[in-house]
């Protein structure tokens, strides 16, 4: 049988080798632009790297991707934390470091198909093939699409991560006469 994995998600990942500071904080999620931080300056190139991998896989039609917002989360096991699942407005592709060593406490991913994450659709046997799970790994790093549905089950072990935005800036879509334009952002 040959299966053809017509429209996937697809999910980038990298790993971080540099050595990476943990702020600490007792903030579920913090106020600032946490990758503005001197501290974290090479992470912020890295990650702007990787954003360009990202528009030469698509062949994306923008001068770069430039980092919109950024934040640390602190999901502590003494309060159970986790976070529902959501989706990013206002940017084209989401992210997430690791800063913690947390692989039991996952990203899950649900399926972006809703009438097969919808268990009522015709249940046969309990595969369940609706959410994936990607262990939080130190240092490692995932970018995704704005729409991908994803969340954290309560955690029993602290977890700490620095999430940000991307989008595309400079001349966008310079080829179509309709769509083209030029974004920059301010803070
Ligand atoms: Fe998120």
């Known amino acids: 049988m040959e299966v053809l994995k017509l429209f996937p998600l697809e999910?980038?990942?990298?790993?971080?080798?540099?050595?990476?500071?943990?702020?600490?904080?007792?903030e579920y999620q913090s106020n600032i632009d946490i990758l503005d931080l001197e501290i974290y300056s090479d992470l912020k190139s890295y990650i702007l790297e990787c954003s360009e991998q990202i528009k030469k896989h698509y062949g994306f039609e923008c001068d770069r991707f430039e980092l919109t917002r950024s934040w640390l989360n602190t999901y502590s096991a003494e309060h159970n934390d986790g976070m529902q699942f959501h989706t990013h407005p206002m940017c084209a592709f989401a992210g997430v470091i690791f800063l913690s060593d947390s692989p039991q406490e996952p990203i899950i991913f649900k399926d972006p198909l809703s009438v097969r994450a919808n268990q009522s659709t015709i249940p046969i046997g309990s595969t369940?093939?609706?959410?994936?799970?990607?262990?939080?790994?130190?240092?490692?790093?995932?970018?995704?699409?704005?729409w991908t549905e994803h969340?954290?089950?309560?955690?029993?072990?602290?977890?700490?991560?620095?999430?940000?935005?991307?989008?595309?800036?400079?001349?966008?879509?310079?080829?179509?006469?309709?769509s083209k334009l030029n974004l920059n952002y301010t803070k």
């Open 11 to 26: 999910v980038f990942s990298w790993n971080y080798e540099k050595h990476l500071m943990i702020p600490r904080s007792t």
């Open 128 to 146: 369940d093939l609706c959410y994936h799970s990607i262990p939080s790994v130190k240092n490692k790093i995932l970018i995704f699409p704005w």
């Open 151 to 178: 969340g954290v089950s309560s955690v029993n072990k602290n977890r700490i991560s620095i999430a940000f935005n991307l989008m595309p800036a400079g001349n966008v879509n310079y080829t179509d006469r309709l």
